[in-house]
């Protein structure tokens, strides 16, 4: 009989990756505290105060590494040919459990982890204004800066989380070649269809400007279409790829 689609055996199936995460987790956030405690008293010297675009590269170099980390490291038991069996057995659909993975590692990392960011960022704020000249500030969280890192992270996400089910070894190194792959192969599209729609594209070559005539062509073109060609290739179809993969596994 098929099983009906639960919240609850999700919720349960999160609870039981943080679980078995716990070491990496804690190594990770330990980590970031140390990282960003530091950063930002550095950053405070200058000009005794943290600004948006600050605060967001500082958020940005530890987010989405660590993210991207995890993200590699949730299917380990299913690359495990000492554990796989028991993992595909666990009474939880393939849907499911990628659903809770993709929730894990994306929707619920950002908020824990943007939490635990501002906590630490506000103490180094707080303990700089108490030892130095700081001003004592709020942290500028929701900025468009940060939002923009978060936006990065969720979109390119998906295809480390299809290279965490793919790969059985060396993941970061396999999925960081055919994310080159792909670059490259959408860049020349991107050229392609560039030189399509503009009938005087080929005169550019003539141009001492070479370069930024080009860009300008396919950003007035494309920087629309481009933009959500990405996030549909990096999200739902890499969502997808990650399903039937993680389906074949178990089969």
């Known amino acids: 009989m ?130 130095s000249k700081v001003e004592l500030h709020m942290l500028p969280f929701f900025s468009n800066s940060y939002w923009s890192v978060i936006k990065f992270y969720l979109v390119i996400q998906p295809l480390f989380l299809l290279g965490s089910i793919a790969f059985n070894k060396n993941r970061l190194g396999k999925t960081l070649f055919w994310i080159l792959i792909l670059v490259i192969s959408l860049a020349v599209l991107n050229g392609i269809m560039c030189f399509a729609v503009n009938d005087g594209a080929v005169d550019m070559f003539s141009s001492e400007q070479l370069t930024s005539n080009a860009f300008d062509l396919a950003l007035n073109d494309f920087s629309t279409i481009g933009t959500w060609f990405w996030v549909i290739i990096l999200g739902p179809v890499m969502l997808i790829a990650a399903y039937f993969k993680l389906t074949e596994k178990e089969v």
Request: glycine letters at 4%; hydrophobic letters at 55%; aromatic letters at 18%.
């Open 2 to 131: 098929k099983q009906q689609f639960s919240i609850q055996r999700i919720r349960d199936f999160i609870y039981r990756d943080i679980i078995l995460l716990r070491g990496s987790l804690i190594t990770a956030f330990s980590v970031a505290a140390a990282f960003f405690f530091i950063a930002i008293w550095v950053n405070l010297r200058y000009d005794y105060i943290i600004t948006p675009n600050e605060f967001a590269n500082i958020f940005g170099i530890i987010f989405i590494p660590i993210g991207l980390y995890l993200t590699l490291s949730i299917f380990r038991e299913a690359n495990n040919k000492q554990l796989n069996l028991f993992y595909f057995s666990l009474p939880i659909s393939p849907k499911e459990k990628l659903l809770a993975t993709w929730f894990a590692t994306s929707i619920l990392y950002v908020v824990i982890f943007s939490i635990f960011a501002q906590i630490i960022g506000q103490i180094a704020i707080v303990t700089g204004s108490m030892m």
